[in-house]
Nanobody, 114 residues
Framework: QVQLVESGGGLVQPGGSLRLSCAAS????????MAWYRQAPGKQRELVAT???????DYVDSVKGRFTISRDNAKNTVYLQMNSLKPEDTAVYYC????????WGQGTQVTVSS
């Protein structure tokens, strides 16, 4: 089963940028759709962005135009470039397939605050 490790989170001021990475222990080329999710305190996990076969992307309305998802099958890694960050983007970010195909990783904390 694929193991997923997220990294790249941190504390950033509003308007700042972060690039998240998700490294898989095995091949992800066979996973049709990879995704980033996030969970804010007291809220359910939310689907943020998806990428299908490395070509088609989709985003939740709240991040459209600010976030970009990409994948590198050769490196078994999925990325999330986050620009123009807002306090409401504060959450723990996770990656997985969509639908989920592996165990959930620990996630990476993103905190947007001045």
């Amino acid at each position: 089963q694929v193991q997923l490790v997220e990294s790249g989170g941190g504390l950033v001021q509003p308007g700042g940028s972060l690039r998240l990475s998700c490294a898989a222990s095995g091949s992800i080329f066979w996973i049709r759709t990879m995704a980033w999710y996030r969970q804010a305190p007291g809220k359910q996990r939310e689907l943020v962005a998806t990428i299908t076969w490395g070509v088609t992307t989709d985003y939740v309305d709240s991040v459209k135009g600010r976030f970009t998802i990409s994948r590198d099958n050769a490196k078994n890694t999925v990325y999330l470039q986050m620009n123009s960050l807002k306090p409401e983007d504060t959450a723990v970010y996770y990656c997985n397939g969509q639908p989920p195909v592996g165990n959930w990783g620990q996630g990476t904390q993103v905190t947007v605050s001045s």
